[in-house]
Every structure is written in structure tokens, then in C-alpha cells.
Antibody, heavy 121, light 103 residues
Framework: EVQLVESGGGLVQPGGSLRLSCEASGFTFSSYWMNWVRQAPGKGLEWVANMREDGGEQYYAHSVKGRFTISRDNAKNSLYLQMNSLRGEDTAVYYCARYIMGSSGNYFDSWGQGTLVTVSS | EIVLTQSPATLSLSPGERATLSCRASQSISSSLAWYQQKPGQAPRLLIYGASNRATGIPARFSGSGSETDFTLTISSLEPEDFAVYYC?????FGQGTKVEIK
């Protein structure tokens, strides 16, 4: 069974930093693109960043580019999101999600339970 | 940049009724569209991928159709557990969601 477990969320002041982790199990982690998707309170889903299977490519949403860094450690089956210069609008539940890229399109087939990040003074 | 527009924003229906949700893309995306269900306090769950393929374990009352710019998610007969928010997705873009609520 695919499992994704996020951790590292919490309360942080504006301008501060936080590092999120996502531990994967039940599948060959090194064979999949992985993503971070967030959801502000009462709002919709917003893609944040993704990374190729071997870590060789990564992409970011405009809203976080230059402030957030995605990384992975395939030996530890883990995905990370380093978040710097945090702003109030970064307050959200952050989900780790596995990404399928295939002939039927690209989609997120498995999600973690999410970790809440609150940016406030 | 592709924009996905979902309608209606809210759908008020009774259990047993048919639900029809729409997702329109600002340009052609072939059949590369997925649908997700999200209940309060839970992560999204994949329902449909490739516009019309049900994900593993998804009941047959959920069906997807469409191509190019116009897509539909149909729930043939609403069960109590189907009242939730539904999102469409193409690559890194999500629609704004449709809430299916109990009438």
C-alpha cells in the first residue's frame, strides 16, 4: 500500500523558514516524480513544486520560486521542501503527492494527509 | 497558460439524484484531465484520469467524459458519502472546485 507521511509543519513568523518532509513507503520511490501541493484555509488546491525521479529536474510555481527549494533523498525514500522568506499567504496545508506521467495524462494518484504551515506573528 | 474553469461553484442535490459537474479548459488539452474528490479535513482522492478512466477502487457511479476543452464528471446516483468538493486538474493546474452539497 502506498503511504506518504508529511511532517515538519507548524507556526512560523513572517520572514522565517521551515523544512517539510515526506516519507514514502509501499512503492519504489526512486521511480516517480514527486510533488508538493498546498491548500490555503477554505481555498482550492495549488501546485507548489515537483522533482524528477533522480532529482535532476525541478519546477516551481511562480508564487514560491526563489524562496522554496524541493529536494529528495531516494536512499531514505523521502521528499523535502525547504521554505524560506515565508509570507502570510504561504499559510496552508501542504500535501506530498505522487505524480504519474503517462499516455493517459499526468495526475496525482496518491496523497499524504498533509501538514499545516501557519505564517503569523 | 492553461486555465481550468469549473461550474457550477455549488451544486445542491438530494441523495439518489444525478450530479453533472463541468470543467472547461482555456485551450485544447486532448484527454489529459483528472478529477479529484475532497472531503473536509481529508486529502484529495483521485477519481478519474485521462478524462474517462476510473482510478482503482472508484465506484462505477462515477464517470468522466469529454476531450479538448470540455469535460464532465457525472455521479449517476448520489450516495451520502459523495457530498464533497470536486476538482479537475491538468498538469500543474487545478480548477477552483465544485462543492456538491445536500439539498
Amino acid at each position: 500500500e502506498v503511504q506518504l507521511v508529511e511532517s515538519g509543519g507548524g507556526l512560523v513568523q513572517p520572514g522565517g523558514s521551515l523544512r517539510l518532509s515526506c516519507e514514502a513507503s509501499g512503492f519504489t520511490f526512486s521511480s516517480y516524480w514527486m510533488n508538493w501541493v498546498r491548500q490555503a484555509p477554505g481555498k482550492g488546491l495549488e501546485w507548489v513544486a515537483n522533482m524528477r525521479e533522480d532529482g535532476g529536474e525541478q519546477y516551481y510555481a511562480h508564487s514560491v520560486k526563489g524562496r522554496f527549494t524541493i529536494s529528495r533523498d531516494n536512499a531514505k525514500n523521502s521528499l523535502y521542501l525547504q521554505m524560506n522568506s515565508l509570507r502570510g499567504e504561504d499559510t496552508a496545508v501542504y500535501y506530498c503527492a505522487r505524480y504519474i506521467m503517462g499516455s493517459s495524462g499526468n495526475y496525482f494518484d496518491s496523497w499524504g494527509q498533509g501538514t499545516l504551515v501557519t505564517v503569523s506573528s | 497558460e492553461i486555465v481550468l474553469t469549473q461550474s457550477p461553484a455549488t451544486l445542491s442535490l438530494s441523495p439518489g439524484e444525478r450530479a453533472t459537474l463541468s470543467c472547461r479548459a482555456s485551450q485544447s488539452i486532448s484527454s489529459s484531465l483528472a478529477w479529484y474528490q475532497q472531503k473536509p479535513g481529508q486529502a484529495p482522492r483521485l477519481l478519474i484520469y485521462g478524462a474517462s478512466n476510473r482510478a482503482t477502487g472508484i465506484p462505477a457511479r462515477f464517470s468522466g467524459s469529454g476531450s479538448e476543452t470540455d469535460f464532465t464528471l457525472t455521479i449517476s446516483s448520489l450516495e451520502p458519502e459523495d457530498f464533497a468538493v470536486y476538482y479537475c486538474q491538468h498538469r500543474s493546474k487545478f480548477g477552483q472546485g465544485t462543492k456538491v452539497e445536500i439539498k
